[in-house]
């Protein structure tokens, strides 16, 4: 099975890769190996890359409204 992703999914998924890894990077840095922990870090490093994709109005990552055109 290969899946096919478009150039916006892949600039998505590395948005959400950085975001993870600088915050997990963080949650190590202090000296804290908990798991529980580094997976919080991660749940929350997700959610700024969802909230862009969720908003409509973002050209980047968001679902942006086709223009219906008008003859």
Do not use: C, E, H
Not at 28 to 50: C, E, F, H, Q, R
């Amino acid at each position: 099975m290969t899946i096919t992703l478009s150039k916006q999914q892949q600039a998505a998924l590395a948005s959400y890769g950085r975001s993870v890894l600088g915050a997990v990077l963080a949650v190590v840095a202090t000296g804290n190996y908990d798991p529980s922990d580094l997976i919080k870090a991660a749940i929350a490093a997700a959610l700024p890359p969802i909230l862009r994709w969720a908003n409509p109005s973002d050209p980047a990552f968001g679902r942006v409204k086709k223009k219906s055109r008008r003859s």
